[in-house]
């Protein structure tokens, strides 16, 4: 079953949120705290306002087993940081990114920090664009939405990011998407 997709982010909070068992509820993120909520819970973060890195830092944090990133541009210090320290507590982390949008000077840097952490890491050719911004945790939590693991979505542009907590049946499927995006991808060694 594929899900569905809305080009509106605020239908898409709405329809998970009635799509959601009773006793769930939605949060507006501008600062997340390191505890994972309890039960099925929606948070959403946006920037510059910080918000969404914010979140994003927050479901890197809360990884105890896995951490799957799928990504479009590949920048920011504090994501690859915090998927390095994810890493040394022991979580199998792994990362995706697009081929062409990631051949910057701040974009091979990342991918060299990652890869020189040994975390595996691909790039990926296939499509015209690999856009996908989400990572999964866990085989629990999904972290989404236009973010792309960047300084500039940070700090400049106009982003939003949607996690859902404590849904497996969510998170298999975009577990699933990235398996199948992974097994086209490229391992990516250290150049320096």
Not at 67 to 92: C, M, Q, W
Not at 126 to 136: C, Q, R, S
Request: proline share 4%; glycine share 6%; charged share 20%.
């Amino acid at each position: 079953m594929k899900l569905l997709t809305f080009p509106d982010l605020n239908r898409c909070v709405l329809c998970l949120a009635i799509l959601m068992p009773v006793g769930c509820s939605v949060q507006h993120q501008a600062s997340a705290t390191l505890s994972v909520p309890d039960g099925q819970q929606i948070e959403v973060g946006f920037s510059p306002e910080a918000g969404a890195e914010a979140l994003v830092l927050k479901v890197i944090g809360s990884a105890r087993q896995s951490a799957r990133l799928a990504g479009y541009s590949f920048t920011s210090p504090n994501i690859v940081r915090a998927l390095i320290e994810a890493h040394k507590r022991g979580v199998d982390v792994k990362v995706l990114v697009d081929d062409r949008g990631n051949r910057g000077k701040a974009s091979i840097a990342a991918m060299n920090l990652i890869a020189g952490a040994d975390i595996p890491i691909k790039v990926i050719s296939t499509y015209a664009i690999h856009h996908d911004k989400y990572i999964e945790v866990d085989g629990l939590h999904t972290e989404t939405g236009s973010f792309n693991y960047s300084q500039a979505a940070a700090r400049s542009n106009s982003e939003n990011t949607l996690v859902v907590w404590n849904n497996p049946k969510l998170a298999a499927q975009f577990t699933a998407h990235w398996d199948s995006r992974w097994a086209q991808g490229v391992a990516i060694k250290m150049s320096y």
